[in-house]
């Protein structure tokens, strides 16, 4: 594992506002809510996931990668502007391939879209409409996974298990490939009552070293 310190990394001698081009992958932060420093994994625009040190142990809370792990979560604009940088410790190369910091946060986010609460036997049948799925801007052409854990919601929004699934190609999955996936995995827990509006999947963690993905609506948990 390698360090840097506050010291030979963003040194400044004023204390200026931080932005985007100053988070990276296994930065410190001491956060002003919080009296334990985080870790960053992975972040984009809108949200960082974050290990979180436990003075108990003592060390970073994800001591194993072989279980079920939801990383912690924060708005970036928040880390920015009441997060203190200290230092940077590197992931190892090990670490870094199974956490997948490059895998999306969001995928397959359609708002004109409702999850099937009949279970779709083919792609064919769901999504049934291709042009909106080829024509979505927001929406990446490929999860670059070979396999992924996919986590279903109950009647209420709580989670459930979540599902080992496995792309045709092995380069990753197509839009319309994981979203027939999730419906037929969602299919089952739907009620008459929606606790969602449109589709999408969104990164939850890891589950036995492997990315894992939670179903939902076109919005995250978090309302991103």
């Not at 064919?124 to 854990?149: G, M, V, W």
């Not at 319309?176 to 589709?199: D, N």
């Amino acid at each position: 594992m390698t360090y840097a310190f506050a010291s030979d990394v963003h040194s400044s001698p004023t204390q200026r506002t931080m932005t985007l081009n100053d988070l990276h992958v296994g930065a410190v932060f001491q956060p002003q809510w919080d009296t334990r420093p985080l870790r960053v994994i992975a972040f984009d625009e809108e949200t960082v996931m974050y290990d979180c040190w436990w003075p108990h142990i003592p060390g970073w809370g994800i001591e194993s990668l072989n279980r079920h792990i939801a990383y912690y979560r924060v708005p970036t604009s928040l880390l920015l502007s009441k997060g203190e940088y200290l230092r940077t410790e590197e992931y190892t190369e090990v670490e870094l391939s199974i956490h997948r910091p490059d895998l999306p946060f969001g995928f397959a986010r359609f708002p004109n879209i409702e999850w099937p609460t009949v279970c779709p036997v083919s792609p064919d049948e769901f999504p049934n409409d291709s042009s909106t799925c080829a024509s979505h801007q927001s929406s990446r052409l490929r999860l670059d996974a070979a396999k992924i854990y996919l986590q279903p919601f109950g009647p209420k929004g709580s989670s459930k298990s979540g599902v080992m699934i496995e792309a045709e190609n092995p380069a990753g999955f197509t839009v319309r490939e994981i979203l027939w996936h999730a419906a037929r995995l969602q299919s089952p827990f739907l009620r008459e009552i929606k606790v969602t509006t449109g589709i999408g999947i969104y990164r939850s963690g890891i589950q036995r070293k492997l990315p894992s993905y939670y179903i939902w609506g076109s919005k995250s948990r978090m309302g991103m």
